[in-house]
């Protein structure tokens, strides 16, 4: 989005670059309309596949039906799943963006829950069933293939199910994976320099987006020379790589370091939000990993690699929250939850938007994984 200007409309078009301000006023009257657009076409595909499941087996699950609809969703309109997360980016520095942004958020929640309510889903539940689809949405947006979208979500969306119904889950007889774990950590920065420059990097992605990112901005922000960006970092492709490496062992150790405080129930908010309320530049980087991996093919092993990392971190804050049985498909599934539980509250107004989300993290800790306390 940070390549459309009045300019590259009007050589697409081979027409004059005031085109864009002859029809719309600016380009913020031009994306609200483009925004407009893509919004009618992500509510024509909810209107197409709102009725009542049809032609159901008799053993088919809730687990079953969201696995069919989100891979249908992935699968028909991955692309605008991308543009509306890049819509729904340049909403918080677009004003004009942000009442249709908060609409689509709402009807996507709306969508999901009700179709937890049709098949006979809690009240409970039902929040976070929609959770899940939002959290699942956003990790595999930028994930072609539907066969490992497939194999990702079905384990844990089955895995809900069973905690939801209080059912014991059959545990991961084969050992955690560490290996994307640990070789994320094994590319983490090495020395004051190097630090400083992956963390001005991943904050002017995360207030501006990586494609409004340069190695001279991070220069000046992380106060070294251009000289010594280019050193560590050859090219610009290099450092946004490395950059986002870097993020996923910040997160890995902010969310141990949570996980230590054991009466921090639902305490969660504070690794999604600063203290006004606004997302913390992390979280905001990590969406922004997710639109660029949908474009660019050669970060999707870094976008991989964090998802399979998830479950050999988070899984230390459910032990030490009491959940004995807890294992790394559970991490996966608490954080993709939490994850899907913060998009929907992402145009909340600032105030109230930390408590919404902390309501709903506790919601999802007491229904999903309370059964799990101390079973053995």
Same mark, same amino acid.
């Given at each position: 989005?940070?390549?459309?200007?009045?300019? !590259?409309?009007?050589?697409?078009?081979?027409? !004059?670059?005031?085109?864009?301000?002859?029809?719309?006023?600016?380009?913020?009257?031009?994306l609200?309309?483009?925004?407009?657009?893509?919004?009618?076409q992500?509510?024509?595909?909810?209107?197409?596949?709102?009725?009542?499941?049809?032609?159901?087996?008799?053993?088919? &699950?809730?687990?079953?039906?969201?696995l069919?609809?989100? #891979?249908?969703?992935?699968?028909? &309109?991955?692309?605008?799943?991308?543009?509306?997360?890049? *819509? %729904?980016?340049?909403?918080?520095?677009?004003?004009?963006?942000?009442?249709?942004?908060?609409?689509?958020?709402?009807?996507?929640?709306?969508f999901?829950?009700?179709?937890?309510?049709?098949?006979?889903?809690?009240?409970?539940?039902?929040? $976070?069933?929609s959770?899940?689809?939002?959290?699942?949405?956003?990790? *595999?947006s930028?994930?072609?293939?539907?066969?490992?979208?497939?194999?990702?979500?079905?384990?844990?969306?089955?895995?809900?199910?069973?905690?939801?119904?209080?059912?014991?889950?059959?545990?991961?007889?084969?050992?955690?994976?560490?290996?994307?774990?640990?070789?994320?950590e094994?590319? =983490?920065?090495?020395?004051?320099?190097?630090?400083?420059?992956?963390t001005?990097?991943? #904050?002017?992605?995360?207030?501006?987006?990586?494609?409004?990112? !340069?190695?001279? #901005?991070?220069?000046?922000?992380?106060?070294?020379?251009?000289?010594?960006?280019?050193?560590?970092?050859?090219?610009?492709?290099?450092?946004?790589?490395a950059? *986002?490496?870097?993020?996923?062992?910040d997160?890995?150790?902010?969310?141990?370091?949570?996980?230590?405080?054991?009466?921090?129930?639902?305490?969660?908010?504070?690794?999604?939000?600063?203290?006004d309320?606004?997302?913390?530049?992390?979280?905001?980087?990590?969406?922004?990993?997710?639109?660029?991996?949908?474009?660019?093919?050669?970060?999707?092993?870094?976008?991989?690699?964090?998802?399979?990392?998830?479950?050999?971190?988070? $899984? !230390?804050?459910?032990?030490?929250?009491?959940? =004995?049985?807890?294992d790394?498909?559970?991490?996966?599934?608490?954080? &993709?939850?939490?994850?899907? =539980?913060?998009?929907?509250?992402?145009?909340?107004? %600032?105030?109230?938007?930390?408590?919404?989300?902390?309501?709903? %993290?506790?919601?999802?800790?007491?229904?999903? *994984?309370?059964?799990?306390?101390?079973?053995?």
């Amino acid at each position: 989005m940070s390549a459309l200007s009045a300019r !590259s409309l009007g050589d697409k078009l081979n027409a !004059s670059p005031s085109s864009m301000n002859y029809h719309f006023g600016n380009r913020d009257g031009f994306l609200e309309a483009l925004q407009q657009r893509a919004l009618a076409q992500s509510e024509a595909w909810r209107l197409a596949h709102g009725g009542a499941p049809g032609d159901v087996a008799p053993w088919t &699950t809730t687990a079953d039906i969201f696995l069919a609809l989100i #891979q249908a969703r992935l699968s028909e &309109t991955r692309r605008l799943q991308l543009l509306l997360l890049e *819509f %729904a980016a340049e909403a918080e520095v677009c004003p004009k963006l942000v009442a249709d942004a908060r609409m689509e958020a709402e009807a996507d929640d709306r969508f999901w829950s009700g179709l937890a309510s049709r098949v006979g889903e809690g009240e409970d539940a039902v929040a $976070i069933w929609s959770d899940m689809a939002a959290g699942l949405i956003l990790n *595999f947006s930028s994930e072609q293939a539907p066969s490992v979208r497939g194999a990702w979500m079905g384990g844990a969306l089955r895995r809900l199910d069973d905690r939801l119904a209080g059912r014991t889950p059959s545990p991961i007889t084969q050992p955690s994976d560490l290996t994307a774990a640990a070789r994320l950590e094994s590319q =983490a920065p090495h020395g004051e320099t190097a630090a400083r420059i992956l963390t001005a990097a991943l #904050q002017i992605i995360g207030e501006k987006g990586a494609a409004r990112m !340069s190695q001279r #901005q991070v220069a000046a922000a992380a106060g070294v020379s251009l000289a010594a960006v280019t050193y560590f970092y050859r090219s610009r492709a290099d450092l946004i790589a490395a950059a *986002f490496s870097a993020l996923h062992s910040d997160l890995r150790s902010q969310v141990l370091d949570r996980a230590s405080a054991p009466s921090d129930r639902g305490g969660l908010g504070g690794s999604v939000f600063d203290r006004d309320g606004k997302f913390d530049w992390r979280v905001s980087a990590t969406r922004e990993l997710m639109i660029l991996a949908g474009r660019d093919r050669s970060l999707i092993n870094i976008v991989q690699d964090i998802r399979a990392g998830h479950g050999a971190t988070s $899984i !230390s804050l459910l032990q030490r929250k009491g959940v =004995a049985d807890a294992d790394q498909l559970d991490a996966f599934v608490l954080s &993709t939850l939490l994850r899907g =539980a913060s998009e929907r509250v992402r145009f909340m107004p %600032a105030a109230t938007r930390r408590q919404i989300f902390e309501t709903r %993290a506790g919601r999802i800790l007491a229904s999903v *994984f309370e059964g799990g306390r101390d079973r053995r």
